[in-house]
């Protein structure tokens, strides 16, 4: 996407202006919402000219996936792994599903009530359900990603014995992560850390008595 | 809200133009969207006059929320109980949680696939998640009443001992009826009844080996 120039003065200024003009398309988006968003408005706020953004990006969907594709990418190198986890590419696996599973959710809690991310996060969730094209980019692009790394992660549990093995991984995610997204777009109830382990927990152990 | 009169000719009218009102709101919203929706328009394809919408209802907002509830009153009509099982003014309680749920679940995977109901419910949602006062009204007036059947049902299943009696009704529901309603609010997986029963199925008896 980005054609990177071969000095390096050229391409740490380019650098600066993809993020520049990441930030400008997060926050007009979270202000004006999806639709009035527009190329010119993105370029004047990141101050850089229209056929910067036009060289690099070849819709405005595209450049507002990828902004937030970057998001994602800078939580990730933020956050820290849990304590005597390693870090590596995908969902914490220390051995302990629950408390994995667990440290993830809670980040996802703290990055859904940071205002930086929500109000972009849902005005693009808003004209994804609308848009059918928009939506079907935002799921390919954005979210089947991050729920593949749970499917990793619990595909990993089944082969350690810590989850049935005649579940699908893709379905069983959708019990902890589907409550956690809708509270959050609906603002339906409280997202808390104690609401993502009672997610976990009822999850794991089910609801029936054991 | 509606003023009723006291003729019984009169009242048939009312009743015939509120129900061409409800339908005119539920198609045009489907069609141009939430914000493009006018009071003028709805008036116009129900062949009332504006002043008519107005003395029943305050808003568009109130007009559309209520068009909701009668589509929602008319699905509870038409349902019919499981074999065996009497109506009542609630969720089915066969005294067999897993199938009541399950029954229950098939028939909202049908209602979501219903075009009639997917477009208009589906604009209602995606300006609910930016407009945070209609949001809330729908949460309050439409989401939640519906969501308390699922909190009495399984109140039923905790003193009948189908369900662990530490955990909280309202959360432990989301786990099977959040899903089905982001899949279906993104598009990201099929809605069936196959997928219905397996998220009753995980959500009952967990995800970590029994």
Known sequence: MATRTTTPDASRRSERSR????????SLIGEVGYRRTTIEAIAARAGVGKQTIYRWWSSKAEVLLEAFLDVGEQAN???AAPPGVERFDGLPNSGDLEADLKFVLRATVDELL???YDLPARALAAEGVVDRELGRQVVERLLEPSLQLYVQR????????????DLDPRIALELF???LAQRWLQSSG??????ADSLVEYALYGLAPR
């Open 154 to 165: 619990l595909e990993a549990a089944q082969e350690a014995g810590e989850l049935r093995a």
């Open 114 to 116: 940071d205002p930086k």
């Open 190 to 195: 409280p997202l808390s850390h104690a609401y």
């Open 177 to 179: 992560v589907s409550p």
């Open 19 to 26: 993020r520049a003009i990441y930030e400008a398309a997060l």
């Open 77 to 79: 190198e933020a956050a």
